[in-house]
């Protein structure tokens, strides 16, 4: 059973800067892609940014420029550096990683961002 554990939430001040980690019980060579959404209290999950196994990343308009998103092979990792971080960042971050049938979600890591 593949499990996702994120790490590295937490709470800042507006400005500050966070590093996320989504660790994989399996090598991250078996997934197309990997990356994080996020989740507002009362809106819908959103893509926050998404790594491929070739190294293309994507990012939600909102966050480019700011989040930087990586792989770690060896660890079997994913990484979301977090700079600039604003109060609308505020929201749990759920690792997802994706096979060719199936998407895995970690159980989420609250960012809170505020003065």
């Known amino acids: 059973q593949v499990q996702l554990v994120e790490s590295g939430g937490g709470w800042v001040h507006p400005g500050g800067s966070l590093r996320l980690s989504c660790a994989a019980s399996?090598?991250?060579?078996?997934?197309?892609?990997m990356g994080w959404y996020r989740q507002s209290p009362g809106k819908q999950r959103e893509l926050v940014a998404t790594?491929?196994?070739?190294?293309?990343?994507i990012y939600a308009d909102s966050v480019q420029g700011r989040f930087t998103i990586s792989r770690d092979n060896f660890k079997n990792a994913v990484h979301l550096q977090m700079n600039s971080l604003e109060p609308e960042d505020t929201a749990v971050y759920y690792c997802?990683?994706?096979?060719?049938?199936?998407?895995?979600w970690g159980q989420g890591t609250q960012v809170t961002v505020s003065s």
């Open positions: 997802h990683a994706e096979d060719r049938s199936t998407t895995f």
């Open positions: 790594i491929r196994k070739i190294g293309s990343s």
């Open positions: 399996i090598s991250i060579f078996n997934f197309n892609a």
